[in-house]
């Protein structure tokens, strides 16, 4: 029973210290309105990546404490500008990059990087989609020449003991 009760004690601090990180990031984040095209692409990805999971709306609103509605809405391209403390909750359930996610809604975060092709999209939004191809085969052909993950380490795998 004491045991029990101090699992629950400890998912209830780690629930709160996400959610302070969250409004941490909604405070440092700025965020513009999204055009509609921009905010369709970001449904989809969202879209894709849930199906990939195999959730339904109603299990990826339960993980992400929102609405069905609300998941709906964003994967439809009809929200064109979430809340960053939603996003990032969507981001997490879904397991994704919130700085990728951020990236797709150009909102901004100033301590994290998008990974590689979010980062070339934004950053380059003129160039022809045949260069974009191009550099993304370029950058797995060096990732598979170097063996490195572009996920990185995680923390701590890269500290000296």
Excluded: W
């Excluded at 509605?69 to 981001?91: H, M, N, V």
């Amino acid at each position: 029973m004491e045991a029990e009760l101090c699992c629950e004690m400890i998912d209830e601090v780690l629930r709160l210290r996400s959610l302070c990180e969250t409004m941490d990031i909604a405070k440092r984040s700025t965020y513009n309105t999204m055009e509609p095209k921009q905010a369709k692409k970001l449904g989809k990805r969202l879209r894709a990546r849930r199906e990939e999971l195999g959730l339904s709306l109603r299990q990826l609103a339960e993980r992400a404490e929102t609405t069905d509605t609300t998941i709906i809405r964003i994967e439809q391209g009809a929200y064109a500008a979430p809340a960053p403390d939603k996003l990032s909750r969507i981001a997490a359930a879904l397991d994704l990059s919130l700085a990728d996610v951020f990236a797709l809604a150009e909102y901004a975060v100033p301590d994290d990087l998008p990974s590689f092709q979010p980062y070339l999209r934004s950053k380059y939004r003129d160039m022809p989609r045949e260069a974009v191809d191009d550099l993304n085969k370029a950058f797995d052909r060096i990732v598979r020449k170097h063996g490195y993950d572009p996920a990185g380490p995680q923390d701590g795998e890269d500290e000296a003991p």
